[in-house]
């Protein structure tokens, strides 16, 4: 038998290897993976995926998971382009699913089909739901693994409904319910002062460009072809849907004026502040433990047809990484994306379970049976469509995002602002074409 000193034990461990106990006195090689990932919604999340990292490790004893919390969505993609492109890339990453083409573009990412080999592995990609392997698949190969994925839906406040004699069951179903609604349970004080808005669309960075998508489905648009080499910005109907937008404010006052916030959204309809809000189902969980009153959870209304945009991460595995990490790395995707934890993290924070074995486990059917709200993100799953998504993603996002808040605020008009923003973006995606 091999006996080992501490100091020389300690040396080993420090080179990556571990010596177990075993009988045989036999070294076991560790593969060691850095995970980063995101945080983007409320609650515990970093308690939640150390605790699915340890349950895999204790599962893979040669595999040792190092969880990164990395930032926001753009911190952690910006974070693990500058480690990738300094020889360090992270083995794995929740990034975003729109961020497929700049992850190509930079040539930073393994395919996932490349390590799709077994029929077991075949029939666990068959298992995700078309709508979310969609934004995973382009240029004929699979790019990454859904996991963190979430739908915008509506959340209203039944109460206030009730209070302004609306009937709370029924949720808006038009942009013209919705605005007539919005108007009811609007209130002001003996001063004109507003106490509570009708309802909340973030339109800040990073978030309107999201919630834009859903107004433009909406309203039978698109934003963009799926190569993510064309804009449809001055398309009439693009248009149409920010000047409905802009008008929640301006014409109608039921919205916020300027610019509202997705990040404080939630405390804002927790507080009684505003009757509805536009934002995540991975918020469910957040809303539904604070809540200190009734409320609903809506799929979005139409014009005239219901449809919302489909939004959060995919775990992405990097080229760079070691054919060992690699491989390491795809059991962790793959444990990460099994139909039992992905129902618990569904529970756990509100995040939509992007399998159909995932809502046929217990756990899935004991909290649907608690929180019916989970379903109206399933049913709205087939009406949705992907978030904006574009080769120089995060040029585009930006010019896109900065003409939304140029007619949100009304430095330009809606239709100056597609316009402008068609022009730049244009001259970006000209070599893809």
Not at 343 to 358: E, F, I, K, L, N
Request: proline share 6%.
């Amino acid at each position: 038998m091999i006996h080992l000193n501490k100091r020389n034990a300690f040396k080993l461990a420090a080179a990556g290897l571990s010596y177990l106990a075993l009988g045989t006195g036999i070294a076991l090689a560790q593969t060691k993976l850095d995970f980063y990932y995101p945080v983007q919604v409320g609650g515990p999340v970093t308690k939640i995926i150390d605790g699915y990292v340890q349950k895999f490790m204790a599962e893979n004893p040669d595999i040792v998971v190092a969880p990164i919390y990395a930032g926001n969505y753009n911190d952690t993609t910006t974070k693990a382009l500058t480690a990738a492109k300094a020889g360090t890339p992270p083995a794995v990453a929740v990034l975003l699913a729109t961020d497929v083409f700049t992850l190509i573009d930079e040539d930073v990412i393994e395919p996932i089909d490349d390590l799709v080999k077994s029929d077991d592995d075949k029939a666990w990609v068959k298992g995700f739901m078309p709508a979310f392997l969609k934004s995973a698949q382009t240029e004929g190969h699979l790019w990454s693994i859904p996991f963190q994925r979430s739908t915008a839906v509506m959340y209203y406040n039944k109460q206030a409904f009730k209070d302004a004699g609306l009937d709370p069951q029924k949720y808006p179903a038009t942009w013209e319910d919705m605005v007539a609604a919005g108007k009811a349970v609007t209130t002001t004080d003996s001063s004109g002062q507003v106490n509570r808005w009708g309802v909340g669309i973030a339109g800040n960075i990073g978030s309107a460009q999201w919630l834009f998508g859903a107004l433009v489905a909406e309203n039978g648009a698109k934003l963009v072809n799926e190569e993510g080499t064309e804009t449809y910005l001055t398309d009439p109907k693009v248009v149409e849907a920010l000047q409905f937008w802009v008008d929640l404010s301006k014409k109608d006052a039921i919205h916020p004026p300027g610019i509202f916030e997705w990040g404080t959204a939630p405390a804002d309809f927790l507080a009684g502040r505003v009757a509805m809000i536009w934002h995540t189902t991975g918020n469910l969980t957040n809303i539904r433990k604070n809540a200190t009153f009734d409320f609903g959870v809506a799929p979005f209304p139409g014009h005239p047809t219901p449809a919302s945009v489909l939004g959060g991460g995919n775990l992405y595995i990097f080229k760079d990484a070691s054919d060992e990490q690699k491989a390491a790395a795809f059991k962790l995707v793959k444990f990460l994306t099994s139909d039992e934890i992905l129902a618990d993290w569904a529970v756990q924070t509100g995040y939509v379970a992007p399998r159909d074995g995932s809502w046929e486990t217990d756990t899935m059917k004991k909290y649907v049976a608690e929180t019916p709200q989970a379903l109206v993100a399933l049913k709205q799953i087939p009406a949705s469509v992907p978030e904006f998504s574009t080769h120089e993603n995060a040029r585009t996002t930006k010019i896109l995002n900065d003409a939304l808040a140029a007619a949100l605020t009304g430095s330009k008009t809606a239709e100056a602002a597609m316009a402008d923003a068609q022009k730049e973006i244009d001259l970006i995606l000209k070599p893809y074409r």
